[in-house]
């Protein structure tokens, strides 16, 4: 079976422009987290999505939205682009709300300049 | 809120050895999970075992086992027999049944294991 999945690997943009990265999880998943991974830190939740709906979100400015569509699939979008949005940004799938498990994709690495 | 400490930024063993990771957190709720994962240098983050904290049972899994210390808020990582694709950077990970669906993560610990 596939695992989670993330497109781009890669992207790199300029400061003030938007960004969408988008992520499938698990076939059968249906709850996908976003969390934002800066260089020589541990993940910090972004946000949580079950059932097309948010279910947590983290401490990160409006300037980030994120979406779960019908099949699973999510986007997480980010407006007015910062340097320090540079990271890694990587996508979790779990099995359903409440299930303590999650399972990272390869995650996409945003270079802000 | 919860924290997660993770004191040790970088460690190494000889392949073959043991080798302890070490981990404090702290909260104020009873019921949780902690969970260790690996992030290799190719960054895919794995997961390598997890503890419910309603368990006295040490978790264990294959040459990964924890100690973990409730009263103390402590959940240490033993890797045993140590190989070279164990060199990765380890993350202690806590969710509370009332986070909110977050996992906090610490800052992690670099492991490197040498031939």
């Known amino acids: 079976d596939a695992g989670v999945t993330q497109s781009p690997t890669h992207l790199i943009k300029t400061r003030g422009q938007h960004v969408t990265l988008r992520c499938s999880p698990i076939?059968?998943?249906?709850?996908v987290s976003w969390y934002q991974q800066v260089l020589g830190q541990g993940p910090q939740f972004i946000f949580q999505y079950y059932e097309k709906e948010e279910r947590g979100r983290g401490n990160f400015p409006d300037r980030f939205s994120a979406r779960q569509f019908p099949n699973y699939s999510s986007e997480l979008n980010v407006n007015a682009l910062l340097l320090g949005d540079s990271a890694l940004y990587l996508c979790a799938s779990s099995l359903r709300t409440g299930s303590y498990e999650q399972y990272f994709g390869p995650g996409t690495r945003l270079t802000v300049t | 809120a919860q924290t997660v400490t993770q004191s040790q930024p970088e460690m190494s063993v000889q392949e073959a050895e043991t080798v302890t990771l070490s981990c404090t957190y702290d909260t104020s709720e009873n019921n949780y999970y902690l969970f260790w994962y690996k992030q290799p240098p190719s960054r895919q983050m794995i997961l390598v075992i997890r503890q419910e904290a309603y368990k006295q049972q040490n978790a264990t899994e294959n040459r990964f086992s924890v100690n973990f210390q409730k009263a103390a808020k402590s959940f240490s990582l033993k890797i045993s027999d140590s190989q070279l694709g164990d060199t990765a950077m380890y993350f202690c990970?806590?969710?509370?049944?009332?986070?909110?669906?977050?996992?906090?993560f610490g800052k992690g610990t670099l492991l490197t294991v040498n031939p």
């Open positions: 076939s059968g998943h249906k709850s």
């Open positions: 990970a806590f969710i509370g049944f009332g986070s909110n669906y977050k996992l906090t």
